[in-house]
């Protein structure tokens, strides 16, 4: 069943681009939008901070994060955010679309993080989550490597991958309904570069379109 479930949610296109898909999933709905703060402030003055561009298509959008130095400063600047940790409780208001952005590998307890998101979920709403994927191409080619300890980032507790996420995701009453790589849109080296240009023949030779992804995005829904 679960072999089933994953092979009817993946084989998907890769994702082109993360912000102007996110964008078409909040478009016209009600959004908790949760980690907007992406690790320090300076990220809200990027052309790519998602928060931006969630609010903008959202029909109304609350984000949420930790850092109270930081949702002060954004609070200031005019932006509808709250100092909330939710992995302590849930708010108290149920949303269209909750979305993650690269979140759940930096938390202590995923679960609960899923089990709190879950109870802000309206009927038919949907969670929308993104994490690094520990089958990007890169990623384990440096881990084939002897000469160092390939890290990902400093403060990861966690990767996830697709089967994990369904059994997560199904512990706390969600459905994983679609899931699908973001593509890395560019290489910094000559060999990044290549394997990037040969993505379509590396396809058609069976090879999974998520080596060419460095993050995954998984869709839930409330199971019925």
Same mark, same amino acid.
């Given at each position: 069943?679960r072999?089933?479930?994953l092979s009817?949610a ?6 082109e681009?993360?912000?102007s898909?996110?964008c078409? *999933? ?11 703060v992406?690790?320090?402030l300076?990220a809200?003055?990027?052309s790519?901070? /998602?928060?931006r ?5 959202a029909?109304e959008?609350l984000?949420?994060?930790i *850092?109270e ?8 600047e005019?932006?509808n955010?709250?100092c ?5 409780e ?14 759940l590998?930096h ?5 609960k993080?899923?089990?709190?998101c879950?109870?802000?979920? /309206?009927p038919?709403?949907? /969670? ?8 990007y191409a890169?990623? /384990?080619?440096k881990?084939?490597?002897g000469?160092?300890i ?17 059994e997560?995701g199904a512990?706390?009453?969600l ?17 990044s570069k290549?394997?990037?240009?040969l993505?379509?023949v590396?396809?058609?030779l ?5 080596l ?13």
């Open positions: 069943m072999q089933e479930k009817e993946g084989h998907q296109p890769l994702i681009d993360r912000v898909h996110l078409a *999933l909040v478009k016209g709905r009600s959004v908790l939008d949760v980690g907007i992406e690790h320090m300076d809200s003055k990027s790519r901070w /998602l928060h561009h969630i609010r903008a298509q029909r959008c984000g949420i994060d *850092l130095k930081e949702i002060c400063q954004l609070q200031s005019g932006y955010v709250r909330w940790d939710v992995l302590k849930p708010l108290p208001a149920k949303y269209e679309t909750i979305v993650c952005g690269e979140v590998e938390v202590e307890a995923p679960g993080l899923m089990e709190n879950a109870r802000m979920l /309206l038919q709403g949907l /969670l929308v989550i993104t994490v690094p994927n520990p089958w890169n990623v /384990l080619l881990n084939l490597s000469k160092t390939f890290v990902d980032s400093a403060d990861h507790v966690a990767w996830f991958d697709p089967a994990t996420m369904f997560l512990r706390y009453g459905m994983l309904e679609r899931y699908a790589g973001l593509k890395v849109e560019r290489g910094t080296s000559w060999r290549l394997f990037i240009t993505y379509p590396l396809v058609a069976g090879f999974k379109r998520e060419f992804a460095k993050s995954i995005l998984y869709e839930f829904r409330l199971s019925t």
